[in-house]
């Protein structure tokens, strides 16, 4: 009777490693259950936030897997209606999945699968997007976001039934962050922007040849972060006095390379307004792809070239006997030789007036209003 004793003990301990990892398997699964609950709520949040913005999101069918290391949230045949400044847009997708893992629910990486249609309200597709990787990343709660971000692989931008591409892009990626403050007290935003081999040929001319673009910019002036159509957002950012610092820009097109850097705050009208200051590599080729001497030949820029006599006297005489190398003269004179990147360089200034686009003196175009 004594020996049996410490056997059946013995035969006991045996099963306390079951025992432990059934009660582990049972505390995970509750885990698991609570963070899903944690990642529903912040979905539905950021739904809400986004649908005060002026975005609102639908799925055709929605279901949750990922047991039992990560939250998996997907939804097919996603669709989107996005509001604008005296525009709506209907966008509808194939197949969109949400990823947390359990031990950081408020992560939310999103994949999505191409194509995507854009079209209005009623209306047939007007474009179809295509992309090998499409990704996304929301990091905090809809009351406290701390950085998104939005990344898509190899972009085609078409037209139904049309192999010309609107928009090219083999790396297409845009950033965001809280640098300051919160989303409820004067918030500081950081924002970037990176494309690879990134072309627009309906855009303009000069956009036709693949670029690459890095910019960094940083607003502020927002009284908050709180839901709102950006038109709304960028009115009050008027209203505040506030900026779009751009803190570095780099483009390069083949042998062309730009950086600038500088200010720019709104008009009561949304037009953008301030001044970057340029360096550029081959601004010639610039110049010519603008078409200036065509410009000028029609007479649209008379006023430009009587005040470039003002700035320098018998320089307007120049551009009018010589219209293309002298425009090209003129800046060389108006603008500082310097060097970028070891190559030979002019640094000039980029104004904007009230949304009107001037290199040094010269109209190149003009901007969109924000609101």
């Not at 197949?95 to 079209?119: C, H, N, R």
């Not at 607003?219 to 506030?242: N, S």
Request: net charge positive; hydrophobic share 40%.
């Amino acid at each position: 009777m004594l020996d049996r004793q410490p056997a059946t003990r013995r035969r006991l301990w045996l099963f306390v490693p079951f025992a432990l990892l059934i009660a582990l398997a049972v505390i995970w699964t509750g885990l698991w259950f609570y963070a899903v609950s944690r990642a529903e709520t912040a979905l539905a949040g950021w739904r809400a936030r986004e649908a005060k913005s002026g975005r609102t999101y639908e799925c055709g069918s929605e279901s949750i897997s990922g047991f039992p290391f990560r939250i998996e949230v997907r939804c097919t045949k996603p669709s989107a209606e996005i509001l604008g400044k005296g525009t709506q847009v209907v966008l509808r997708g194939d197949d969109l999945v949400m990823l947390a893992q359990v031990y950081q629910p408020t992560l939310l990486i999103g994949e999505f699968k191409s194509p995507m249609t854009i079209a209005d309200p009623g209306q047939p597709p007007a474009y179809v997007v295509n992309w090998s990787l499409g990704q996304s990343s929301m990091r905090g709660t809809p009351r406290a976001p701390q950085r998104g971000s939005l990344v898509f692989d190899n972009l085609t931008v078409q037209r139904p039934n049309s192999d010309a591409r609107v928009l090219d892009a083999k790396r297409l990626e845009v950033h965001g962050r809280m640098a300051e403050g919160s989303a409820s007290d004067n918030p500081v935003i950081d924002v970037g922007l990176r494309a690879i081999a990134a072309s627009a040929p309906e855009l303009h001319p000069i956009a036709a040849a693949p670029l690459n673009a890095e910019v960094s910019a940083t607003v502020r002036g927002l009284a908050d972060f709180a839901p709102k159509p950006w038109p709304m957002r960028f009115r009050e950012l008027q209203q505040r006095g506030g900026r779009i610092d751009i803190v570095n820009a780099r483009v390069q097109q083949g042998e062309v390379i730009a950086v600038s850097s500088g200010s720019l705050g709104l008009t009561e009208s949304g037009n953008l307004d301030g001044q970057l200051m340029m360096t550029v590599v081959n601004l010639e080729h610039v110049l010519k792809q603008l078409d200036l001497e065509a410009i000028i030949s029609k007479g649209r820029v008379g006023s430009t070239i009587d005040k470039l006599d003002k700035l320098l006297p018998g320089l307007g005489n120049i551009a009018r006997k010589n219209a293309g190398p002298g425009i090209l003269a003129g800046l060389d004179v108006l603008g500082k030789r310097t060097t970028l990147e070891g190559k030979p360089a002019v640094s000039v200034p980029l104004r904007f007036v009230d949304g009107r686009v001037m290199l040094g003196p010269l109209p190149v175009g003009r901007t969109p209003p924000l609101f």
